[in-house]
């Protein structure tokens, strides 16, 4: 397993960021992290719920 350090980024730097709509990105607590895909159960609840 490999650790990397991660430098905190500030909002102005996010952005300013050159992403792309899809995949989704948030920013949260000084980090920028992808969102990740919705799972088949997250779906299927959203099925329910709706």
């Known amino acids: 397993m490999v650790l990397a350090a991660v430098l905190p980024v500030t909002l102005d730097e996010f ?3 050159p ?3 899809s995949p989704a990105w948030e920013f ?3 980090q920028v992290l992808q969102k990740p895909s ?3 159960y997250h779906s299927l609840l959203q ?3 709706v």
Do not use: D, V, W
């Open 15 to 17: 952005s300013r960021l």
């Open 19 to 21: 992403i792309e709509e």
């Open 28 to 30: 949260l607590n000084g």
């Open 38 to 40: 919705p799972t088949f």
């Open 47 to 49: 099925k329910y719920l």
